[in-house]
Nanobody, 129 residues
Framework: QVQLVESGGGLVQAGGSLRLACAVS????????MGWFRQAPGKEREFVGA????????YYTDSVKGRFTISRDNAKNTVYLQMNSLNPNDTAIYYC??????????????????????WGQGTQVTVSS
């Protein structure tokens, strides 16, 4: 059974940084494209960014481009979301998700929730003004 466990959330002031981590257990990590989503109170879940199974491709929503960076360490079965220049609009529960793909696939263009097979429980990020 595949399990995803996020960590690293917390309270940070505007302009600050946080790094989220998502540890994946189960099948071969290199066969998963990984995505990050977030859901703010009263809003729908939205796509944040994704990284291909190979780690060579990434894709971000416009609102986080230049501020957020996704990376992965296949040796540690972990994907990261580095978040810089945070603002109160980034306040949300952040979820990581995994999609089965061919091993080391280069495709990172999975932006919809239904395209993912497994989800973590989420971690709260709160940005104070």
């Amino acid at each position: 059974q595949v399990q995803l466990v996020e960590s690293g959330g917390g309270l940070v002031q505007a302009g600050g940084s946080l790094r989220l981590a998502c540890a994946v257990s189960g099948r071969t990590f290199s066969s998963y494209a990984m995505g990050w989503f977030r859901q703010a109170p009263g809003k729908e879940r939205e796509f944040v960014g994704a990284i291909s199974a190979s780690g060579g491709s990434t894709y971000y929503t416009d609102s986080v481009k230049g501020r957020f960076t996704i990376s992965r360490d296949n040796a540690k079965n972990t994907v990261y979301l580095q978040m810089n220049s945070l603002n109160p609009n980034d306040t949300a529960i952040y979820y990581c998700a995994a999609r089965n793909t061919p091993n080391y696939s280069r495709n990172a263009g999975y932006t919809r929730g239904y395209q993912y097979d497994y989800w973590g429980q989420g971690t709260q990020v709160t940005v104070s003004s």
